[in-house]
């Protein structure tokens, strides 16, 4: 079993930086990839960014450029850090690892609130 505790959120200023972190406890394996997803109020949860254990990234569109995601395998942590960051980046951000074997295992954090306003 996988648990995972994302943190870092908070109110901050248009054009403004916060650092998310996700802390992954039990069995992790180098197959695991981790990301970030986030909802908004009213609308479906999408993805962000991921990071396979290799470094391997993928950014959606809107935040490539802004958004930087890392990844600390020997202390089971991914992060992600992000600048510049707009009024509709506002939403609840939650950590993911996804293991695909013979299927696919999704695990999520509890989310935390990034709100972005003057």
């Known amino acids: 079993q996988v648990h995972l505790v994302d943190s870092g959120g908070g109110l901050v200023q248009p054009g403004g930086s916060l650092r998310l972190s996700c802390a992954a406890s039990?069995?992790?394996?180098?197959?695991?990839?981790m990301g970030w997803y986030r909802q908004a109020s009213g609308k479906q949860r999408e993805l962000v960014a991921t990071?396979?254990?290799?470094?391997?990234?993928f950014y959606v569109d809107s935040v490539k450029g802004r958004f930087t995601i890392s990844r600390d395998n020997a202390k089971n942590t991914a992060y992600l850090q992000m600048n510049s960051l707009k009024p509709e980046d506002t939403a609840v951000y939650y950590c993911?690892?996804?293991?695909?074997?013979?299927?696919?295992?999704?695990?999520w954090g509890q989310g935390t609130q990034v709100t972005v306003s003057s």
């Open positions: 993911n690892l996804r293991r695909t074997v013979s299927r696919t295992l999704d695990y």
């Open positions: 039990g069995t992790i394996f180098s197959i695991d990839v």
């Open positions: 990071i396979t254990s290799g470094g391997s990234t």
